[in-house]
Every structure is written in structure tokens, then in C-alpha cells.
């Protein structure tokens, strides 16, 4: 079995019924995980669509801490295989590149493409842990933290910031790389420090190159970002309550949402591994699973839980791949013909909860009644 | 079912055809009158075009409407792809483009800048936009593998086996090239480029690039000419650039893309960047008429807020402080990457108003409205959806007059546009829009009206308010079936991919499997884009190529 209604093993078909009805009934519908390959990204949009929800990635925090510095004001980045081939500097800032296996692969090897072919590649690091396997140069973090580190750093780019300083080193290095990149999680150090990185990058491209390279959230993030910009114009989180997608960045963020009331049902899907929120349990909601074998779903998860194939694993998908900053297709590693993807269940739910719109085109807007300028 | 549009003018170029009739369908294609297996047919469906233009669906060649950098733009500039209840935004969703285009009477629409490498988000973009048929070019010319083959004289063979494995594994409709080796340059420094620079690193010229993917285009029989974004885009004297390529094809087939923006003829020669530029206009339309083997799309600036979006990332990067509002994004890429800086052209400024006046005065002066495709490079010089704007002052000198007259005299004394008598026709209309664009995509099926033809169909009422009358289709049919009423769509038909059915040479996917595996660890399947990726759909339609 890989369907439950109230913990309890049901027909697929039944649980579908019983999702449809659950989500279609609901008043502010929520739609959150989206941490999936991108067909069923894509579904869970079309269906969010239909059924009026808001929607918020597994992803979101995270992600909005890159998208809120891109907002503000923009960035200039790279990617991982322009940095293994091009990059005779590499600065890991904060903890978070050192638990990527990024580190190790830029450590081991020099720039191969580029003007900086030959040289040898510097790695230095801004406050974080740093790593017996890795040789490189620490530099201390202010007290007052580490995005007030990178605002000091930009100051002495910038020439700013005069006189004898423990970083000034660091930022000489910068202005004579060839080809700097800053490896960073822009989780760890939030919006306004992403914005100061971006500006750092920026001033020192004035002479010379330098990028960032923002390292991903683990569940799907960046691809749902894309997905969320075509399906909506927008960034993933988004209200489709008045019809139309609303972008809004903290009103739609789930955890908030949920905590305040304002959610009263909500479909979770999670193909791929993700961390299961406390709300499935109190709050009515559909969860979509993924699991390499049928008995790693209880049942209990949520009101309706449905077991998914996971991507990449049980069938050949689309999914956010790290090492290239892209999506990519991921083959079927071990093939289960007999699992059910996630975006044939959410399009089955869909085809249940709006007959209405099936007369026109599943998952596409009602024609609009006003005319537009053009 | 046969279908009869009735009594409406009816406007085909490529059969001379301009005047009052019928045109007859049935199963999605176009049937003559006189087919033995409609003769004598009464219509199951009458469709009344009386007082109507009757003309093929529109054909986009050039327009930003899928892609990473398209996606990026969008996260930059969150309030410019606002989506208001009625109101569909071209800087919106896929869903708002494709709407936008069938309602403005275009059936297909091309997206110009794929990256191989980014082929699949990019064919899942494009896949969403619905009601058209769409087809995406994919980028080559700063990728280093090419570089490679040709930095180590691999041989013709080696690159043009190269191109048609990326054509194949992106399924692309075609070929690009944006400032060949300019993007490589610009990461090792460069901030200028020029045809003959050279690529530091490759000790290659961007000339060498050029003639290599031309050469690859032609003898892979792409039906689509290599599509050319040529370097010192926007820059006074940038119509030295555009010449010197044309004359670097040596006669091979070549599509410029956004000529507008490089028909800059600089004011003192001596000193291009500061003297400021005039309209280098007749100067392009004079070497056009001379060279058979050019088409180029316009890239007409429009008024207002837009995004700036180019794979040209050396370009991008010195247009950044003009951007407006202050915020861009350069991304060094695998191959090019990609640059987004907002734009706004001032409708007071004398620079935008001449710009304006560039586009118009390329179309006005062209010798053959077929070779000269109207384009906006949506949304490099604004959004597609000012077509029916232009088409109306490509039609009414008198309008074009007024407009002027609104604008800084930079416009009109630095261009020729106020001499024009010129007005186009609807026959005209049709070379810029329709026949035109398809010839140039090589898609024999779309573009005309004649017997075979895809029922791609649009039907205008004729109005003295052009800009009314193109903005709002009165019907347009998508293979057969009516998709707009009275310029609302009724029927949301997905439309289906183009790619061109070009075979892999095996040897060559093994050497790219390698490289690619060395380079990215992940081989080739990574950078595909299987049929499974579009789950309970058929989204690809081939296009053959050329015999
Ligand atoms: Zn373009």
C-alpha cells in the first residue's frame, strides 16, 4: 500500500479522492515543500493556481535570503565549473563552504581556462571553521559578526578604510586575483550581508574579475525559483488567492502563515527528502512522499498521506543539479516502473478539484474578462 | 471539417494575393477551393471575415521569452513582472506571453539565446508558454569546447559535428553566436572587442569563431542562417561592426539580430565614443540591398521601463551604469552566462527618441520588408506588445509626423526619418511579420496562406486606428481552431516545441561525453532534454532540415 487516509491504508484512488476533496473544500489553501523534481513543481503551481493556495518552498528561508539580495541590488556571480577551471583565488566565507564538498575540489586542483591558467589557486577563509584536508590562509571575523566583516572588507577594497587593518591583507589579495570567487551560503549570512558581498564583487570588477558563488539549499530551491519565475512572474511564494499570483515574501511565508491561522488546509510535497513540518499533523493536509521502498512512509504523517517515486531514483527527472548551478536531467538510478510520480497524482488531485476549468485547459487561467493596454 | 473564412481582404505576399476572397480549411491546414476534395463542399463551419484582414498568424524571430536570464531578470525587477487581475504582463508569466502574442495575432515565437547548458530549464520554459508554437536557438561561440577544437585546428568536420551534437542534445531550432569570444574576453579582463581581437586565452579571433559556426551552419543545411549578435553593440560606429561581419560571411546565408542597436554611424570618427552617433540607417540598407545572403531583425526601442537581458556579458557590463534603477546582474557562465541591466528609454531623451527614430528609419528604408523582420528583441528595446504601435506608424506618415514632433529634435536631426514618404502596406505588413520571419526560420508551413499551409490564421478588422486593430486580433485561428475572440482568448491550446531533427555524430558524443564529464562531472543525459522531462505531454514537433 502507498496511500493513507487517517493513518489508516487506503486505495490510491481513494486517497486522491479524499485530497481533492480536502484541498478543493479549503477557504486559504497552503501548498509548501515543493522540494521535487520539476514536473511536479510545475503541477503543484498549476494546482495552487486552481485551487486558489499560496505557496512556499521547503526552500524558502533560504532562498529569499539570496532573492532578497538579487532584489535589492543585484549581484555578479559564477558558477562551480568556471571556478574549479578559472579561479587563482577562492575565499570560503563563514561555515557553510566548508561543509560543501565544493571546497575540497577547488582546493585540489589550479585554474586551467583563462588568464589564470598556470597560477598556482589561493584558497583563504572569512570565518569559518576551516579544514585539516584544506591549506589555506584565516582571516579573523569582527566582533561585530561576519556581514559587518564584509562590509569592512569592502571599505578596504574601496579604499575607505585606512590604516593598518587585519583584514587589509585580505583585501590586497582580492584586488590582485585575476580571478577571485566568493564561495558563500547566503542562508548564513542573510540578506543584507548577501548585499554587501554583491557590492564587494562589484566594486572590485572595477579592475579586475571577482564573483560570487552562492552555494544552493539542499531541497530544490533554485529550481523552484525558476519554476515559481515562468509560472508567475514571480518568485516562489505567492498567493493565488485573488486569482491572480501576489508575491509576497513575508506574508506568504508558510511557518508564518501557519502560525498565525491564516492556513486552514495544505498539501506537502516532498519527493525527494526534505524536513517534514510539525503543522502536517495538526492541520489538515495531503502529504506527497517519496520513498525508495514503501515501508519508509507510516502513514501517520499527515491527514492523507500518498506515496511518490522519488526522482532521479525511481524514474529519469528534472532536478536541481548542484555541480552544475543548472537543471539538469537526472536517469532513473534503480528504475520502479510500478512507482507513481508526484506530478500524475497532483495533475489526478487537479482533474478531481476543478472540473470547471477542465472545459478550458487544466491548470490554465480562465480567460481574463477585462481587456489589457497594449 | 472544412471551414470557409468568408469575404474578408485576404493578404498573402508569397502569392501576390491582396484582395477580397475566402480561404478554405480543413484538419488544421489550408485547402484550395479548388482541391477536387473540397470542390462542391458546402463549409461545416463558416467563419464571416467581411471587413476583415485576413493574414497568417504572426511569426516572432527574436524575442526574450524563456531562459535563465529571463527567469534572473524577473527576480531582479519583481515589480516590473506584476501580474494585475485582466491585465497580462509581458515581463510576466508564460502563460501572460503567450496570451499577449495570440492576441496580437502571432502564432509562433522563437526564444534567440539558449544555452546549451541551460537547455532544459530553458525547454521547460518555453513549454509553458501557451497558445503558440515556439522554437529556442541555442548559443554557441564562448563555450570551451569549441574554442578548443578550433584553437587546435581540429578541422571543420570536429566543430561541425560539435554544433549539430549541441543542436541535437539542446533540441534547437538553430544556431546564435553573441559576440563570439567576447564573453572569454570579458572574463579575462577585456572591457572592448572587436571582430579581429583576439580571445586571450585561445589566441583565437572572434572572426575565426564567426567563419567556423557559419561554415557548420551551412554545411549541417540548417534551415535557419547562423543568427548573429555582432560585437560593439549599442556603441557609436557599431554599424563598422555589423558591415565588417556581413562582409566576413563572404556570401554565406547570415541573420543579424537587433540591427537597430548597431546602426549607430559615430559623429567623429576620430573620436567614436564621445562624439555621439547619428543613424547609420541608409548606410544598412544600402549593403543590405547589395547582399542577398543577409536578413536582420530591427530591435525597435520603445518608451518606458524595461529589462535589459543579453547573453553579451562584456556588453552588459559596461551598459551598468546606465542601469535604472541602479541594480543589475552579471553572471560569468559556463559559456557566456548572462547579464540583466534595467533600462528606462526616456520618450524626452534626446539619445532613446533617436534610437526610436533608427528603428523606424531601418524598416522605411529597407529594400525588401522580408529581410528586415520587425522585432523589439523583447525586452531589450521594450516589449513585444508595442508592435501594433509600430506597424501603425509604418503605415501613417502622418502619425509617424505627430510622433516626431513629440520627441527632441536629436531625433530628426540626426536621422532620416522625417523625409520619409514611405507608408506600408498590408502586403508589406506581412513580408516584416509573417512571411519573412518563417523563411528565415526555414518552417515552409507557416507565414503564407497558400494550400498546405498550417491554419495558422489571423484576422484583423480594418480599422483607421492601426494600433487598435493589431493589439486585438478579431479571431485567430491556431492550426484550425479559433484560440482568440474579439481579442480575448477563448481556447488555450499548448502549442508544440520546433527542434530540428539533426543526427549526432556518435564519435563526437563520445569525445563531448569526456569533456563534459571532466569539466562538470556529469556527462552528456545531464544536458539533455528527453520527451520523459514533459510528463503526459507530446511537446516537440522536427522541423527537417534543409535538402
Ligand atoms: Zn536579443
Known amino acids: 500500500m502507498t496511500a493513507w487516509i487517517d493513518g489508516q491504508a487506503v486505495e490510491r484512488d481513494a486517497a486522491v479522492a479524499a485530497a481533492a476533496a480536502l484541498l478543493a473544500g479549503a477557504r486559504a489553501p497552503l501548498v509548501a515543500g515543493l522540494c521535487a523534481e520539476a514536473a511536479a513543481v510545475q503541477a503543484a503551481f498549476d494546482l495552487a493556481r486552481a485551487i486558489g493556495a499560496s505557496l512556499d518552498p521547503a526552500a524558502g528561508a533560504p532562498l529569499y535570503a539570496d532573492l532578497g539580495a538579487l532584489a535589492a541590488g543585484g549581484a555578479m556571480t559564477t558558477t562551480p565549473a568556471e571556478a574549479r577551471g578559472r579561479a587563482d583565488l577562492v575565499l570560503a566565507l563563514g561555515r557553510a563552504p566548508w561543509a560543501s564538498g565544493l571546497l575540497h575540489d577547488l582546493a585540489a586542483e589550479g585554474p586551467v581556462r583563462g588568464r589564470a591558467a598556470g597560477r598556482p589557486r589561493a584558497v583563504v577563509a572569512l570565518g569559518g571553521p576551516g579544514d585539516g584536508g584544506v591549506q589555506h590562509v584565516a582571516y579573523p571575523v569582527d566582533a561585530a559578526g561576519l556581514p559587518a566583516s564584509v562590509g569592512l572588507l569592502r571599505g578596504l577594497v574601496a579604499g575607505r578604510v585606512a590604516g593598518p587593518h587585519p583584514l587589509a591583507d585580505l583585501a590586497v589579495r582580492l584586488r590582485e586575483a585575476l580571478y577571485g570567487v566568493v564561495v558563500v551560503d547566503p542562508a548564513e549570512i542573510g540578506a543584507l550581508g548577501t548585499e554587501m558581498l554583491n557590492g564587494l564583487v562589484k566594486d572590485l570588477n572595477e579592475t579586475t574579475r571577482c564573483f560570487a558563488l552562492p552555494l544552493g539549499d539542499p531541497h530544490q530551491g533554485r529550481a523552484v525559483a525558476q519554476v515559481a519565475a515562468w509560472s508567475t512572474g514571480q518568485g516562489p511564494r505567492v498567493g493565488f488567492g485573488r486569482g491572480h499570483p501576489e508575491h509576497d515574501p513575508w506574508r506568504f511565508d508558510a511557518a508564518r502563515q501557519v502560525a498565525a491561522g491564516e492556513v486552514d488546509a495544505a498539501l506537502w510535497l516532498a519527493s525527494l527528502p526534505a524536513p517534514l513540518p510539525a503543522w502536517t499533523r495538526n492541520l489538515p493536509t495531503v502529504a506527497l512522499l517519496g520513498a525508495s521502498q514503501d515501508d519508509a512512509i507510516r502513514g501517520d504523517e499527515a491527514r492523507v498521506v500518498i506515496g511518490v517515486g522519488v526522482p532521479g531514483e525511481a524514474f529519469g527527472a528534472a532536478l536541481w543539479h548542484p555541480g552544475r548551478a543548472a537543471i539538469a536531467w537526472h536517469e532513473a538510478t534503480a528504475p520502479r516502473p510500478a512507482a507513481s510520480p508526484a506530478a500524475a497524482i497532483l495533475a489526478e488531485i487537479l482533474t478531481q478539484t476543478s472540473a470547471d476549468l477542465r472545459s478550458g485547459l487544466a491548470g490554465r487561467p480562465a480567460p481574463h474578462p477585462e481587456p489589457a493596454s497594449c | ?547
Not at chain 2, 53 to 63: F, K, L, P, R
Not at chain 2, 187 to 206: N, Q
Not at chain 2, 340 to 357: E, H, K, M, N, W
Not at chain 2, 426 to 437: D, H, I, K, N, Y
Open chain 2, 1 to 547: 471539417m472544412l471551414t470557409r473564412i468568408a469575404g474578408g481582404r485576404v493578404v498573402d505576399p508569397t502569392a501576390g494575393r491582396d484582395a477580397v476572397g475566402d480561404v478554405w480549411i480543413e484538419d488544421g491546414r489550408i485547402v484550395a477551393q479548388s482541391d477536387p476534395a473540397v470542390a462542391d463542399r458546402a463549409p461545416d463551419r463558416t467563419i464571416d471575415a467581411a471587413g476583415c484582414i485576413v493574414m497568417a498568424g504572426g511569426v516572432e524571430v527574436h524575442s526574450h521569452i524563456a531562459g535563465g536570464n529571463v527567469v534572473l531578470a524577473r527576480l531582479l525587477l519583481p515589480e516590473l513582472g506584476v501580474s494585475e487581475p485582466g491585465a497580462p504582463n509581458p515581463h510576466g508569466s508564460g502563460s501572460d506571453v503567450g496570451q499577449l502574442y495570440a492576441r496580437m495575432g502571432y502564432t509562433t515565437a522563437v526564444e534567440p539565446a539558449m544555452p546549451p547548458v541551460n537547455a532544459l530549464a530553458t525547454q521547460l520554459e518555453l513549454a509553458e508558454i501557451p497558445l503558440l508554437d515556439r522554437g529556442g536557438l541555442c548559443v554557441m561561440g564562448n563555450d570551451d569546447h569549441l574554442l578548443q577544437l578550433l584553437r587546435d585546428r581540429a578541422g571543420a568536420e570536429a566543430v561541425r559535428d560539435l554544433v549539430a551534437l549541441n543542436l541535437a542534445t539542446s533540441r534547437a531550432l538553430g544556431v546564435k553566436v553573441i559576440n563570439a569570444g567576447g564573453a572569454d574576453a570579458f572574463k579575462d579582463g577585456a572591457v572592448r572587442f572587436s571582430l579581429d581581437d583576439e580571445v586571450p586565452a585561445y589566441g583565437l579571433t572572434s572572426r575565426t569563431i564567426l567563419t567556423g559556426l557559419l561554415d557548420a551552419v551551412e554545411t549541417l543545411k540548417v534551415p535557419h542562417p547562423l543568427h548573429v549578435h555582432c560585437s560593439n553593440l549599442g556603441l557609436p560606429g557599431a554599424d563598422d561592426s555589423l558591415i565588417e561581419t556581413l562582409e566576413a560571411a563572404e556570401g554565406r546565408r547570415i541573420h543579424f539580430a537587433h540591427a537597430q542597436f548597431y546602426a549607430y554611424a559615430a559623429v567623429d570618427k576620430d573620436n567614436p565614443l564621445t562624439g555621439g552617433f547619428a543613424s547609420a540607417a541608409p548606410r544598412i540598407a544600402e549593403v543590405l540591398a547589395r547582399h542577398p545572403n543577409a536578413t536582420l531583425d530591427i530591435g525597435q526601442v520603445v518608451f518606458g521601463q524595461t529589462a535589459t537581458i543579453s547573453l553579451d556579458i562584456l556588453r552588459q557590463f559596461s551598459g551598468r551604469k546606465a542601469a535604472s534603477p541602479r541594480k543589475w546582474i552579471l553572471n560569468a557562465g559556463d559559456a557566456e552566462g548572462g547579464g540583466i541591466v534595467p533600462f528606462r528609454y526616456r520618450d524626452r531623451g534626446p539619445t532613446s527618441s533617436l534610437q526610436f527614430a533608427i528603428g523606424l528609419e531601418l524598416m522605411l528604408l529597407s529594400p525588401d520588408p522580408e529581410r528586415t523582420i520587425l522585432t523589439t528583441d523583447h525586452p531589450n528595446g521594450g516589449p513585444f506588445t508595442a508592435y501594433p504601435r509600430i506597424l501603425h506608424l509604418l503605415m501613417d506618415k502622418e502619425a509617424r509626423d505627430r510622433e516626431l514632433a513629440s520627441h527632441p529634435r536629436a531625433a530628426t536631426e540626426r536621422s532620416g526619418l522625417s523625409g520619409i514618404a514611405r507608408e506600408y502596406t498590408f502586403s508589406e505588413v506581412a513580408q516584416l511579420t509573417r512571411s519573412g520571419p518563417a523563411k528565415l526560420l526555414g518552417l515552409s508551413d507557416r507565414g503564407h496562406l497558400r494550400p498546405g499551409a498550417r491554419a495558422d490564421i489571423a484576422l484583423y478588422r480594418d480599422q483607421p486606428d492601426r494600433t487598435a486593430m493589431f493589439a486585438r486580433a478579431h479571431r485567430v485561428l491556431k492550426d484550425g481552431a479559433v484560440i482568440v475572440e474579439d481579442g480575448e482568448v477563448v481556447a488555450w491550446s499548448r502549442g508544440r516545441t520546433l527542434s530540428l531533427a539533426v543526427e549526432a555524430d556518435a564519435g563526437m558524443a563520445r569525445r563531448a561525453e569526456t569533456y563534459l564529464q571532466g569539466r562538470f562531472g556529469a556527462g552528456l543525459s545531464s544536458f539533455s532534454v528527453p520527451d520523459a522531462a514533459f510528463p503526459g505531454r507530446a511537446v516537440f514537433e522536427a522541423v527537417p532540415c534543409r535538402t
